[in-house]
Every structure is written in C-alpha cells, then in structure tokens.
C-alpha cells in the first residue's frame, strides 16, 4: 500500500511518528502549513507541535503561513495553545481571530495572490520548515497535493527543511488534478503562458529536492467539511438581481455570450450566489476562482459549466464523497492551481473575469469593507477579493442590506475601514437591487446605491447625511464629524437605526443634490 | 512642409479650420483629448469648441476624456466655459477642481490603467470624436503622436471620427520614439510580450482607418511646461531617506543589483526624490514610469540611468529644449508608450518594480489617502498610484510629515479618505525616516510610523490616540468617535494640535501597546 504513496524508496525510510517530527521544530521557526479553506491542510502534526509546546518550560512560539483559512485543527489548536507569534495571510477561525483582536497574535492580513512573491522577494521571513499534506511523493521525489494547492509550491520551494503528512484517507484518484506552475522571480519572469481559463501549463506534482524531506508522517483523516448555510430569500434575491443584470448586459451587447470567466467568493452567500445559475439560461460557464464549492459540482453535473478552475475543493461531507467518488467524471472538467495562478492579477486581468465578492459593508460613495466589525475587529481577512476586484472585467459586490435583525445598515455613509476603494468598486447588489456604479462620479454612486441597495428603513437617514454633506461641497461630500457616527450609535444603543429623520430630506431630490 | 506632416495625399486634402471642425461637436458628445500632462495635448480645438459654445443658444454639453491631466487649454477653458458633463480618468487645474467640488462636472476619478480596458468592454460611454495632437500621419494614414501616448491609442481605435493637429512646433526628431502596442480584448488577448523595461514589443505609430480622419487642423504651439517647486530640506531628507533604505536592502541582499526598475509619481517632491539618485552609487539604472520629468534626464545625462520608458515627456521648458535637440541622443534609451502599457498591472508585477508615490495623508495603519483634503474635497485624483503600488515588488508612499507650516498632520489616526489600503502599502517615508512595514501587524505598523514617520510634535496625540484605541481591542483599534477628530479639529481650529496631550502617553510603552 505506501509503496503506492512513497514511490521513491529511499523516502520509505523517512517514515517517522508526528511526535518524532514534532521534535524538529524550534522556538521563532516559521512553518508553512498546506492548506486552502479545511481542504489539503497539514491535519496531525499541529496537534503534535500543539502537545511539545505544553511540556516546553521555554518560551515557544511560531510563525504560521497558510494558504488561507485552515481547519481548527491548526487555527484554534495552536492559537489556543499560545504558540502562534505572526500570522498570515488569511484565517477565519474564533479562538485564532479572538487572538488576533486581543493583539496577541500579529496577524498579516494579506492578499492571497501576494504571499509567493513576497517569501520569493525576502520581504517576510523566509520558511523554515513546510509541513504539507501529499496524496503521495512520486519516483523523483516530487510532491503531489491533494485537495488543495494553496501556497503548497512556494513554502516546499521555500524552506529549509519538508515534512510530508501522507494522507491515506485522500484517495489516489485526485492524482492528475493539479496544475503546478512556478512563476520564476519578478525581474527576471516570462510572461505565465495561460489565455484560457481551462488550460493546464505546468505538472501535476511540486518539485522538490528530495534532500530536503526530513520525515514523512502516515495520516489517516478526511478534510473537514465546508458546512454552509442553505440559500435564505435574501440570498435567493442577490442571485436573481445578479442573473438579471448579467442578462441585461449580455442584450445590450456589454457582455459576450457564452459569458467570460466566474469568480466567485468563499462562504455561503457566494455558494447561493452561483446556485442562482442552477435556475437561469446560461450556458458554457467557465469558472476561474479561488475555491470550488458545492454549487460549482452541481453547476458540473447539471452542464451549466463546462470548466473549472481553483485552488480547492471546498466542499460539504456529502458533496465530497459524491466528487472524490466520481473523480474520473470530473477529471478533465476540473484544475486545481496554487493560489499565486488562482488569483493572478495577470491572468485575471487577460481572461477579463466577472468577480463576485462578498461586503461587509458599503459606503455610499461604494468603498467596501471586507473585513473589521466597527472598523477595529477583524472578522476573516480580506483574501483574495483585491486580487479579483482590482483586475476583473467586472468587479461586482453582494451583501445583505442588512444584518443583525437589521439593527445594522450595510451601506453606511462612511466606511469604517476600507479594503476595496471606489475606483474598484463597479457594481453593489443586495436583496434589494443593483447599484451599477460603472461611469458614475461620487454624487451619482451615492443616490444608486442609496435607491437600488440600502434596505428601505435606513434611507432617509442616508439621504439626510448625504443631503447635509452635498451642503457642505467637495467631489465626495462628507460631513466628517458625523461620518462614522452610525458605528458609534451602534456601539452605544445596539442599532444605527437613529431616530427622528430631519426633514430636509423631504425637500431634496436626486437631482438637486447633483447640482449646489 | 506639410507633405512631411502629411504624408497621404488624400488626407492633405481634410485640412479644416479650428472652427471649422468644432462645428462637429455636438450637445451629449463624448470627446477623448490626447494629453497626458500637459504634453502632445489637444491644443486649439478645445479654445474652439468653448467659442462655439459661448454663441450656442441651446444646452451644449460633452464628456472630456484625456490621458490625464492636460494644460489649462483643455481643463480651465472647457469647464469655465461650462461645457464639461463627465470628466475622467484624472485631472489637476485649479478651475476643473473648483467646478468638481461644486458638483458641476461629474468626475470620475480612475485607475490610469483602467480606462482603455473600461471603454473596450463599453462600461463607458464610447468615444464620439478623438481630438489628437500629432507629429504626423504617415503615407498610409497612421497617426504619430508627439510628447505623451496616454489614452491615445485606445480613442482612436473607439472613436467613430477622428480630428488631429498635426503640431508644427513638435519636432520631427521625435518620430521613432514611440511603441504602441494593442493588448486586444479582455478574454481573448495573448500574454504582453513585454519581459525588459526597455524592450520594444510594437509600432512607432497608431494604426487607424483613415477614412476616420474627419479633419486635419495645422498649429504650432509647443507644450505648456512642466514647472516644478526645486527640492527643499524636507524632499532632500526624503530622497536621502529612500536612498538609505534601498543601499541597506540591497546589503541585506533582498535587492539585486542593478536595482529593479524605478517608478516614481508625478509632481515635485516625485522629481526631488529621483534627483537624489545623482548623488549615490547606484547604476545601471532602468525607469518604468508613468511620465518622464526633468531629473530622468539629468540621470540620463549623468550615466545612472540606462533606459527610461514613460507615457510623456512632462519637462521644464529649459529641460523640453534640450531634450528636443538631442534627441538622437535619447532615441535608443527613451520609450513613450501608452498608458496601459506603462500602467499595466502584469507588466507592474512581472518586471518587479519599486514604485514611488506621494500621499497626502496616511494612518497609523498604512492606509494612504493621496486624493482627498478633509475627506471631501478632490485635489488632483488617484492617477497611476494604484496601478503601480498594488503590484510592484516594494511599494513606498512618500510625504512630508506635515502640512500648512505644521498645522496638518499627514499621519492622522484615521485617513479620512482612502486610496491605498494597507495591505498595498509597504514603506513609508517622511523628512524624519523610514517605516518599513512589510511584515508587520497592525498595532506593529502604528508604532512604526508614529516613532519613524510622524512629526515629533504630533508624535504624543498619535500615542494618546492609539493607546487609548489598544485598550478598545481589535486587530485594528480605533475609537470611532474620535478616529476623524483630528480633521474635524482642523476645520474649526485650523490646526491638527489639540492642546494638553493625555498623561498615558508616558506610561505606555511600544511593547506594552503590541499585547493587552
């Protein structure tokens, strides 16, 4: 059976227990972890690291790259044992993002595409050891992920020193769905030879030196499962006003038909998103994206896609089986690329993506916030929205107009941080319409996005600020001391929802407010 | 003469007048100017559409497109005429401002790199009429441009008619110094085969159907110059700065040398801080820049630098003068191309580059506003900051500390608008030194740039601002209602210093502020 796994036989004596390998790593060590969203991540040796650091009398503690999240099993295990110095470049974990805002754990919110070339450029601390999850080391000695590919590549390529945890409970079928490509160093780079969205230009393995494989550990552990919530009528409504703005665009001539390339974001509102498209005409979809959820196998199975490309399966407990059962159905219809390919500004940029991403919140002038609850805690990070919204044909947002029983606005008049600014913001869909911002100045995003997005009960008191800050003047009119005011209001009564709405809005009409 | 400038028979015939040809524009047309600073900027047919509006009796309106700001022949005389509805993708002239902050003109403030790739998938009003300054129009009716590409290329291929000024006053020696280059359509376009800053990958001219070629308007006026401000201590502290960081990165080895190729962003302190470079070591030096001013050719001139590429030669009269008559000299070491060549993200990311650009104002967190005074008020607009800063190899922001003769703070606790976010801002420096922030978490960013970058004077409120936000929590801290008091405080008080700074301050140590 491990010969299938280690077929180079001289790593057959490299076997070693994860408390052996354990052993291995020191205090101020940087660790690259595998692992994008709870798919392919490193599952037993944190717990392993986790359990030394306990019976440590000196001061123990670690830098932890990942791809992206990762389970609980590195997240809350190493955040919680207090072993995590930095962090990065993304995670979405309480007890990790508990730590994270007590400012216990440094925490580098990154942009996913970034981290490769910053190892590559010396900006961050350099890898010391890599422990990722393999379906197998093959006869050279090189490294086959399994379910996702993340920054797997850069961190092998990276550090000093590798541990393998092979992963018996990953089936061999999933060999032949990786597409590995190394970019080479800026400066000295040729251009990435991908044009279409299905193509395949590197291996199927991480090639490494074998010299460098200290240990390998014999796991036995399926991923754990990507659990979402189900899509709600709010969800079901952004995906039919998404739908219809598709539609009308590909009338009007401003989108192709079959459509260019989906992206869409990581959670269960971009899962219902793109379950939308289960209902609607389209066909010939081709998905280049970061993660592959459930919808995009259901898009697969029901020939609405005919491509997909990512950097995981992310995936519930029933549609994993279904797909790792049915791999030889999927396997030229699905790519899985490191997280540098997935989110390339370059690629995304030539292949002239729609990217579907998730807000938090939106201001009126259509700056969004991905990240931070009141502008001070952080909730996940920003991932990689920048990367999408920056270079696709159409950067598009969704959020809920609302959220907490709708004791909270998800348009604001001020946004409490920003991680994507109005220049990379063209359209802003929530249950209640589409914002297309696109030729728009300040002024005329304002009045879309407060008559096609805002939830109806916060109107007037956006209309009022907006009324108030146009007296003002300036190209993106505020009235600053009152800017972040509903965040405050919030902290103090439970609800931006104000009181008595000033009567001056009554008076002013879109139109005026475009001109004084 | 002019069977030089004109070199198709069948065109010499399309000579018109200035007011001749602004009888074409129509009340709702979209006009896309060349220009990009005030240079190869449409020079008589913009004084002639505002003549012919000043006798129009009905509403008589036109979007202005550009490469990005143009001389006062184009943004003064249009929007004091009134004629302006939507302007983008950038602009600088006082009177253009004035009316933008009114409200007046519709300002759509872009992504240098954004706007031909926004008009090639129509989510902009297309391009009526081009009005292009050119050198000459060859035999087989394609167009020269003079001193600047910008957005040139991209108007003439959407434009349904094309007026040029053929510009007598720009040499011929100027021809060949162009490389335009067409990317082609977002989802169906090879990879750019550009892989050195200073290679060539297109033609000296723009391709066009001549038939398009609606009329030929003879001037002879040369560029408005670029006059700058000479460095003061603050700027020579600032490029001193830079210099320091770049030597000890490459002693560290995390910068090859010769150095990547330089950007720097437009204006005096970006000319200053280039100017620095005459004084050190450094060699072999290549620029892959927005524009070209005076110091790239004083760096030329001294042997430093090897290759420039820009969009437009933006320079002193003086400097103008010389450059025009040696250009036999410069012919092999200076590229003009057009803005999404010079601006363009996988260029940007593949070549590497160190970019620098000015901000003018940012947070203790790094996020930078470059756009915006008091949150409200446009100055100038994003222009190319975006593109280079989001994807080169080190991006740096460089200000002075402060403001109004210290009244204004540039390190605010909150930036009150943003441009930049954090996760794309890598160093900072002021006149007092350098924050390196790769790397770094939040609460590590802040100390950073309150003790490296901000004015000692302002240097107390910053620490009674970020402890206080340290005891709220969060991997960001702020305390929202004071998180824009600052701005609030100069706008009554004129001044950012609030008197009596809080008595934590002395207690709270760097070390005590990273973890509580």
Redesign the interface.
């Known amino acids: 059976m491990l010969t299938n796994r280690i077929r180079n036989k001289r790593l057959l004596e490299r076997i070693v227990s994860k408390e052996q390998a354990a052993t291995w790593i020191s205090h101020g060590m940087t660790i690259g972890f595998s692992g994008f969203t709870s798919s392919g991540d490193a599952k037993t040796m944190p717990e392993a690291i986790a359990e030394r650091a306990k019976v440590m009398r000196e001061p123990f503690n670690i830098n932890v790259y990942t791809g992206a999240s990762v389970s609980p099993a590195i997240d809350a295990l190493l955040s919680a044992a207090g072993v995590v110095h930095?962090r990065l470049p993304f995670q979405s974990d309480p007890t990790m993002r508990s730590s994270?805002?007590?400012?216990?754990v440094?925490?580098?919110?990154?942009?996913l595409s970034?981290t490769a070339?910053?190892i590559r450029?010396?900006?961050?601390?350099q890898v010391d050891i890599a422990i990722v999850e393999a379906l197998c080391v093959t006869e050279e000695g090189y490294i086959v992920p399994t379910t996702s590919c993340g920054n797997t590549p850069i961190f092998i390529q990276n550090a000093k020193e590798i541990i393998v945890e092979i992963n018996l409970a990953q089936p061999l079928s999933l060999e032949g769905l990786h597409d590995i490509y190394d970019p080479g160093?800026?400066?000295n780079?040729?251009?990435?030879?991908l044009?279409k969205a299905d193509q395949r230009i590197g291996t199927t393995y991480i090639k490494t030196n074998p010299g460098k494989i200290r240990g390998i550990v014999i796991t036995h552990c399926p991923d754990t499962p990507k659990n979402l919530i189900q899509p709600d009528e709010d969800t079901k409504a952004i995906a039919s006003h998404l739908l219809a703005f598709l539609r009308q665009e590909m009338r009007?001539?401003?989108l192709?038909c079959p459509l260019?390339?989906l992206q869409s974001g990581v959670g269960s509102v971009a899962n219902a998103v793109f379950h939308g498209f289960m209902q609607a005409e389209f066909t010939d979809l081709q998905i280049y994206s970061e993660v592959l959820q459930d919808s995009v196998f259901d898009l697969l199975d029901a020939g609405k896609v005919k491509s997909a490309s990512g950097g995981a399966l992310t995936l519930s407990a029933e549609k994993m089986e279904h797909v790792l059962a049915n791999m030889d159905h999927y396997r030229d219809k699905v790519i899985l690329r490191p997280q540098e390919m997935t989110n390339n500004?370059?690629l995304i940029?030539?292949?002239?993506l729609i990217a579907i991403n998730t807000a938090l919140e939106v201001d009126v002038y259509g700056?969004v916030n991905s990240t931070?609850i009141?502008?001070?805690?952080?909730m996940n990070g920003?991932g990689g929205a920048?990367d999408f919204t920056?270079?696709a044909?159409?950067s598009i947002f969704v959020t809920k107009s609302t959220a907490r029983d709708g004791r909270i606005s998800s348009i604001v008049p001020f946004a409490?941080?920003?991680?994507?600014?109005?220049?990379?913001v063209?359209v802003v869909i929530t249950e209640n319409g589409v914002a297309d911002l696109?030729?728009?100045?300040p002024?005329?995003r304002a009045l879309s996005l407060i008559y096609q997005c805002a939830h109806p009960v916060y109107r007037e008191q956006l209309l009022s600020y907006f009324t108030e800050?146009?007296q003002?003047?300036?190209?993106?009119?505020?009235v600053?001391?009152k800017?972040?005011?509903w965040?405050?209001h919030y902290?103090e009564y439970d609800t931006m929802l104000m009181t008595a709405p000033t009567d001056t809005v009554h008076e002013a009409t879109p139109h005026s407010l475009?001109?004084?």
């Open positions: 930095k994270i805002n007590m400012g216990k440094q925490y580098i919110d990154q942009h970034d070339d910053q450029t010396l900006a961050l601390p160093m800026p400066g780079r040729p251009p990435i030879p044009i009007k001539g401003t192709p260019p390339p500004p370059e940029r030539r292949l002239g700056n931070h009141l502008g001070s805690k952080m920003i920048g920056r270079n044909r159409i409490s941080h920003v991680d994507h600014t109005e220049h990379d063209a696109r030729g728009l100045a002024r005329e800050a146009c003002r003047g300036g190209h993106t009119p505020h600053l001391e800017a972040l005011s965040h405050s902290r475009l001109n004084q």
